[in-house]
C-alpha cells in the first residue's frame, strides 16, 4: 500500500500513516469503512496512528491494529482551524485546493509539529487531541516521508 505520508519516530520505526483527501461530509461509519476497505487491499503495517486528513475533519485511529477492522476512528477532529491558516496563506480557499496542495498542506502541518517542537501549551485547544492520544509524543524526533510503499 502507498501513503500519503508517513512518520517516522526518532527510533525510525513507524508511528503514523496518513492518507489525504479532498472528501467532505463523511460520515464516522463511512470512515470506517473506507480505512477498512483501503486497507484490506495490501498488508498494513503494524503503525500505532492512522489518520485521515479531509478537508473538513481529520480521523485518528490509535494503536491501530495489523488487520483491519471495522471501528470508527478514537477521534474526530474539526479541521478547519488546523488547515485555514494555511489556505489564508496561500491565498486560497479550501474548495480551490488540488489534491497535491493538500497534501503539502497537512505535510507543513505536521513539520511544524515535529521540527518547531512547539512546547504543548503553545498548541491552540482545537489541537488537545494530539496530545490526548499520544501522537504529539509519539512524532517528536521524527521525520515525514512523502508517498511511502508501506508493507
Known sequence: MQADLVVRGADGRLVLMV????YRQKSPSWVAQFRQNLLAHGDQPNV???LFAFLDHFYLWCDAEPIPSLREPDYIINAESILQPYFDRAN????QVAGQSLVLIVSTWLATLIYANPEPSDLDESQSWILESGLYSAI???KIEHEVLVA
Not at 19 to 22: A, G, H, N, T
Not at 92 to 95: E, G
Open 19 to 22: 492518507e489525504v483527501k479532498r
Open 48 to 50: 500505532p496512528y492512522f
Open 92 to 95: 486560497i480557499s479550501k474548495d
Open 140 to 142: 517528536q524526533g521524527g
